[in-house]
């Protein structure tokens, strides 16, 4: 019989070992020249490409899974690896070999009055916890930006493609011992569960940081669960604001492409606000060319006016992350009105208006508070390839450390260097 | 009869009112001018010298319930304010006058290969939460710091001051509305107790940020219970390692200055290392001078054997910040051994290496794991003020957001401007 207590205090031991493992790897990595850290990133994509029958193989299991627990075409589609996707993986990772190492840049430095001279040097996190859902192909990305940066991972992938990221965990692990660095630099806490989640989510002697990707629902369990510090990559409940003096062709083409370009992502339009006084002149366009694209218009009062084929507003629309081809539209009688919507339902993603106003666009750029706050432009600008990062950890909403599409030197901290001559404090 | 949890919802809803009411008047701040902010400085200032006999009175009040409730000299003395302590503070309020603004600066920029122009610009934090201990003069630090970064501060001193933090809470109110600026942007949840400081921890909605000052608990509390990102300004067990080429007077003079210059600060030593083959060298005399100053030793068998006098070591000693003149020190038998001993009991705050062996002080700066590395120089060097940052919020030991010293401009965040023609994505 066993002793439950028992047992979860050796699950304990073992996750623990397991976290300790990686962060005494990361401090290897931490040292690894820029060389050495190319060298297994390109060993990762050629044993993928290697192993791709594996892959697909324990894919298939999940699948098969998934669809016996009733998952919806979307997600299957997600979870699906097949050659060619495996392929674009290897890829990817080739990519990152091509970025600039953040490790090692002088961020500052000065020489103090005394004479002791101070450096400010970016060195790796150290463990980056990753949680996150369906997607397997993260596994993979995560774990390449995080080696490119120097940092370990601790993964807990979604429990939908459990055997899929087994198998990836382990193609990682060999690859990169096979270049030269500890295979402990990758971990996974997948095979114990929630329990592993919660483990993770707690393990501040191991764990440096924890990165969510997924559902504003995984995110929040994240932040209320965790001890470690948290970078949370948010839901985006973004607007546009076509102001009393936004041009048309430019409103048409900018709430068309904000909208419908990718509709399932972030930085994807929600909301759109007209102003009463361009409303007759902006509308019609506007609408008729989202709707030839197939968009659902929930409209407020004003809006089914003058667009009677538009579906009534709730509350809880405005506040709403379709990610789909549902567009939510209202008429404000100001910029106040506006900002004032935009204060109560944003989610401090990505704003936009479109305007000729300059006194409007420079209130607006100030006075609004998210990641990206834009003028004339879409919002789906907001993205580390679109910024020249080159690639992209995940969008941040929070405050600290991090804010908007993250980089490699997002996956930093910093040391002080100083260096004396027998200087002492007066 | 109180219905319990009646009472506990209109809590909730008070504390909630002045939380949003700080986040309210953040946003005016934020778009406040340098010479705003500084205007109200000057009257904070003014203010504290005005009401100095209101402060002492309140002050005395604290006092008298701090002696009855049995608290210890040294507390007793930190609590204390006098026209002297008000006039310094006061002084210090101006002092930050003198410091530079960092909202609004551009930290990067650039025109994106479409014409599309970014700009990533400091923006404050919003509402800063501060929770701390007995020291009074922190209330006015705190807002004074937040105030210049154009952030509104929710504070929770600790209940000895509680009297004192009334009136200097007023001051402060008082003086910013008297210059223009909303009042709400110093607010407490002192008068709410624990109930406060929990509701405090956990306002998501209203509070950017936590910056615990205090004892390694206190901090260890707010991270256990808090949801609000929290900067972490912790202990530190900080070490001192000679090694075989020490200079002599070097590591008399080093050791000194930074067990003995300020023993109750965090950057002050706890540990001192010293290599096998330099422990005849150097102890005598480092010890020598260390006892002269009152210096209490605590050393290991082979300190014990060359220094009959010191009292022995436990393995608590190691891992404790003692604030006091009591120094644990130990013998090693090389610069991998001392790693080794300070990787397991850091605080990831200062540590410095004595030293003339070029490679073994690189590897001691590339290795050790903390906020501050050092080498031939006394720990008492991490300080805002001796890095030149005219002001200190505290000494981050967490890797995200901030590390080390944290100056004003630790007090921001970031958003990005984009300003397009119209430009979609394609």
Known sequence: MIDVRTAHADLAEVLDARLAAAKEASRRLARATTAEKDAALAAIAERLRARVDDIVAANREDLERGREAGLGTGLLDRLTLDDARIGAIADAVLDVVGLGDPVGETVSGRTLPNGVRIEQVRVPLGVVG????????????????????????????????????????????????????????????????????????????????????????????????????????????????????????????????????????????????????????????????????????????????????????????????????????GVVDSLDDALAHIRRYSTRHTESIVTNDLGNAERFLDEVDAAAVMVNASTRFTDGAEFGFGAEVGISTQKLHARGPMGLPELTSTKWIVRGSGHVRA
């Open 130 to 329: 990753a949680i996150y859902e369906a997607r397997p192909n993260v596994t993979v990305d995560i774990a390449a930006l995080a080696l490119k940066s120097g940092n370990a991972v601790a993964l807990r992938g979604g429990s939908a493609a459990e055997r899929t990221n087994a198998v990836l965990v382990e193609v990682l692990r060999e690859a990169i011992a096979g270049a030269g660095l500890p295979g402990d630099v990758v971990q996974t806490v997948d095979d114990y569960g929630r329990e592993g989640a919660r483990h993770l989510m707690r393990a501040r002697d191991h764990v440096d940081v924890l990165i969510p990707r997924g559902s504003a629902a995984l995110i929040r369990a994240v932040v209320d669960e965790a001890t470690v510090p948290v970078i949370e990559t948010g839901a985006g409940v973004v607007h546009m604001f076509l102001d009393a003096s936004a041009r048309e062709d430019w409103s048409v083409d900018l709430v068309h492409n904000a909208k419908v370009q990718r509709p399932s992502v972030c930085n994807a339009l929600e909301t759109l606000l007209v102003h009463a006084d361009a409303a007759d002149r902006l509308l019609p366009p506007v609408l008729a060319r989202l709707e030839a694209s197939g968009v659902t218009v929930h409209g407020d009062d004003r809006v089914r006016a003058l667009h009677p084929g538009a579906l009534p507003t709730t509350d809880e629309d405005w506040a709403t992350e379709h990610m789909s081809l549902d567009l939510n539209v």
